[in-house]
């Protein structure tokens, strides 16, 4: 059974900073490309970043480049979201995924799985 489990939502301030983790089980982690997808109320769900499966190399999406970095250690099977210099527009619920092959249009619709979500919100 695969399992993929988020944690480390929570609240913060404007400007804080959260680490959010990840942890996979039920797949080969190394086989996977990780990424983190989020969702606001009221908004589709939108494509944070991801760390590819071979080579660690990451693709964070412009709108949080510069405040938002993505690791994975394959000793634990768990990916993890660094947030920094949060503002109020990150509040969303974050999800977690696994994917054997990424593409740019659409990327929600080759994850293979999802985690449950946790939420962030960020006060002004």
């Known amino acids: 059974q695969v399992q993929l489990v988020e944690s480390g939502g929570g609240l913060v301030q404007s400007g804080e900073s959260l680490r959010l983790s990840c942890l996979a089980s039920g797949i080969t982690f190394d086989s996977y490309t990780m990424g983190w997808f989020r969702q606001a109320p009221g908004k589709e769900r939108e494509f944070v970043g991801l760390?590819?499966?071979?080579?660690?190399?990451?693709y964070i999406h412009d709108s949080v480049k510069g405040r938002f970095a993505i690791s994975r250690d394959s000793f634990k099977n768990t990916v993890y979201l660094q947030m920094n210099s949060l503002i109020p527009n990150d509040t969303a619920v974050y999800y977690c995924a696994a994917m054997k092959f990424y593409r740019a249009f659409e990327p929600e619709k080759v994850v293979d799985y999802w985690g449950q979500g946790t939420q962030v919100t960020v006060s002004s």
């Open positions: 760390i590819w499966r071979i080579g660690g190399e990451t």
